[in-house]
């Protein structure tokens, strides 16, 4: 599957994830917009919180944000007044018990700042590091 | 301009008003949602407020969003945690003082609430009633 259609398919995913989860979401449109500002992939409000998200999956690699990806996001949120957060998810191996039981399909989000930062700069989650430390949407309260 | 056309492009109008204003925005995608949940055309955030918006325009006639239109926006704010508007603009004739040293290039924004209500159900807004008792962007923090 071409990467931008798996990457649309997830997060519409997440957006239902969200929906179900009794929260407001919108995803950013893919184009169309009026200016070449940067958008989060997702904004959502469950009426006292609101998360802006950019949304990354992954077979089972490492997933690695560009710095100028995380200070878009941040920037974003900061203005709107939203928490900045990325939402990573690894595609289930059969057997993997990190979804056995999983509400959230996997997915789990991070603050930028709760992030390994490469030499380079980027953001990097793994996947071991994605299901001890990454919190789950029912946890974004703590935010 | 087919009608379709025209909204999406008074929609990255407001769009861009709210970003030169200091809003941070994001427009709702015209399709391609997972679900058939009802989206506000526009939502925007300063750090302080937050405003979902359903954004009309018109060549001169009234204004009218349906009972469903304005049921939709305002379940959808309530559930994220922000102000349902009415965003509208009447389109400007040539010398039309409505139009002078108006930096909101004549968009106006009302609480549903605010509007008249026909006797079907649906939300009216007239033009003189638009300039009259709209708000402009900048009088939002009030809301």
Same mark, same amino acid.
């Given at each position: 599957m071409p990467r931008n259609t798996k990457g649309s398919q997830r997060e519409r995913e997440l957006v239902n994830l969200f929906h179900i989860n009794g929260w407001a979401v919108i995803r950013a449109p893919?184009?169309?917009?009026?200016? *070449?500002? =940067?958008?989060? &992939?997702?904004?959502?409000? #469950?009426?006292?919180l609101f998360v802006a998200i950019e949304a990354?999956?992954? $077979?089972?690699d490492p997933i690695y944000l560009s710095h100028e990806e995380v200070r878009a996001l941040?920037?974003?949120?900061?203005?709107?007044?939203?928490?900045?957060?990325?939402g990573?998810?690894? *595609?289930? =191996?059969?057997? &993997?018990?990190?979804?056995? #039981?999983?509400?959230?399909?996997?997915?789990?989000?991070?603050?930028?700042? $709760?992030?390994y930062r490469t030499e380079?700069?980027?953001?990097r989650v793994k996947k071991d590091v994605?299901?001890?430390?990454?919190?789950?949407?029912?946890?974004?309260?703590?935010c």
């Open positions: 893919a184009s169309g917009g009026a200016t *070449d500002r =940067e958008l989060p &992939d997702i904004l959502a409000g #469950n009426g006292n990354k999956t992954s $077979g089972g941040l920037y974003f949120a900061r203005n709107f007044g939203a928490t900045a957060l990325i990573v998810r690894f *595609d289930a =191996e059969y057997g &993997d018990p990190h979804y056995a #039981n999983d509400d959230d399909s996997g997915s789990r989000f991070f603050e930028p700042d $709760g992030c380079s700069g980027s953001s994605a299901f001890e430390s990454g919190r789950r949407l029912g946890d974004l309260g703590g």
